[in-house]
T-cell receptor, first 117, second 113 residues
Framework: DQQVKQNSPSLSVQEGRISILNCDYTNSMFDYFLWYKKYPAEGPTFLISISSIKDKNEDGRFTVFLNKSAKHLSLHIVPSQPGDSAVYFCAARVANAGGTSYGKLTFGQGTILTVHP | DTAVSQTPKYLVTQMGNDKSIKCEQNLGHDTMYWYKQDSKKFLKIMFSYNNKELIINETVPNRFSPKSPDKAHLNLHINSLELGDSAVYFC????????????FGPGTRLTVL
C-alpha cells in the first residue's frame, strides 16, 4: 500500500510558465513533507520542505502548498526554466515515530518535469 | 568533493552470486540509509544506521545485510542474488536520525541476469 502517491508520471511546461507538481498521501500521521529533485544518473537532492503546522513555504521560485484536510501537497515552480527539467519526488515523514521507523521517509514514485525552451 | 559516494555505479551479475555495494559519506553525518528504487520508481527505505547502530530495518529478505564499520560507511551485502533484486540502490545520509533532509549518493544500478 503506497502511502504517498504522485499520480502524474510526467508534466511538460513551456519556459517561463508555471509548473505545478502534485502529491497525495493517505497517512494522517505524516506531519513533515519534502520535495526532492533528481537528475539522470544522480541521486535525489533536497529542494524544499513544509511542516504540517504551515500551509505554504516559499523559497525563491519554489513554493510548496499543503492542504491537510485533502491530504494533498503541491510544488509550484514559477517561472519554470529548462534547467528545472528533472524527476521530482515528494516524501513524507512521521515525526517522532519511535522504534524502527524513526527518521523514515516515505517517497512517491516521482513526476518527470520537462521544461521546453 | 563528493558528499555521498557509492561504488560501483553499475553492477551486472548472475543469479545466485553474492555482491556488495559500498557507501561512504564525508559530511560528518551520524545517520546513513539504504534505499531501493524498483521498477515502479518508488524509493523505498531498506535500512538505516545511526552511529553504527541499526535503527530502521524494513521488511527485506535476510539475504540483504548492511554493515557499518564506522559512521562514515554503510555497505550493503546481498547473498544469493535473484532476478527481483535488479534495481537502483541509493545510499543516503543525514545529520542525525530523525533529521528529514537526507543527502543521497548517485545510486548503484544492479542488474541480475
Amino acid at each position: 500500500d503506497q502511502q504517498v502517491k504522485q499520480n502524474s508520471p510526467s508534466l511538460s511546461v513551456q519556459e517561463g510558465r508555471i509548473s505545478i507538481l502534485n502529491c497525495d498521501y493517505t497517512n494522517s500521521m505524516f506531519d513533515y513533507f519534502l520535495w526532492y529533485k533528481k537528475y539522470p544518473a544522480e541521486g535525489p537532492t533536497f529542494l524544499i520542505s513544509i511542516s504540517s503546522i504551515k500551509d505554504k513555504n516559499e523559497d525563491g521560485r519554489f513554493t510548496v502548498f499543503l492542504n491537510k484536510s485533502a491530504k494533498h501537497l503541491s510544488l509550484h515552480i514559477v517561472p519554470s526554466q529548462p534547467g528545472d527539467s528533472a524527476v521530482y519526488f515528494c516524501a513524507a515523514r512521521v515525526a517522532n515515530a519511535g522504534g524502527t521507523s524513526y527518521g523514515k521517509l516515505t517517497f512517491g514514485q516521482g513526476t518527470i518535469l520537462t521544461v521546453h525552451p | 568533493d563528493t558528499a555521498v559516494s557509492q561504488t560501483p555505479k553499475y553492477l551486472v551479475t548472475q543469479m545466485g552470486n553474492d555482491k556488495s555495494i559500498k557507501c561512504e559519506q564525508n559530511l560528518g553525518h551520524d545517520t546513513m540509509y539504504w534505499y531501493k528504487q524498483d521498477s515502479k520508481k518508488f524509493l523505498k527505505i531498506m535500512f538505516s544506521y545511526n552511529n553504527k547502530e541499526l535503527i530502521i530495518n524494513e521488511t527485506v529478505p535476510n539475504r540483504f545485510s548492511p554493515k557499518s564499520p564506522d559512521k562514515a560507511h554503510l555497505n550493503l551485502h546481498i547473498n544469493s542474488l535473484e532476478l527481483g533484486d535488479s534495481a537502483v540502490y541509493f545510499c543516503a545520509s543525514s545529520l542525525r536520525s530523525g533529521a528529514s533532509e537526507q543527502f543521497f549518493g548517485p545510486g548503484t544500478r544492479l542488474t541480475v541476469l
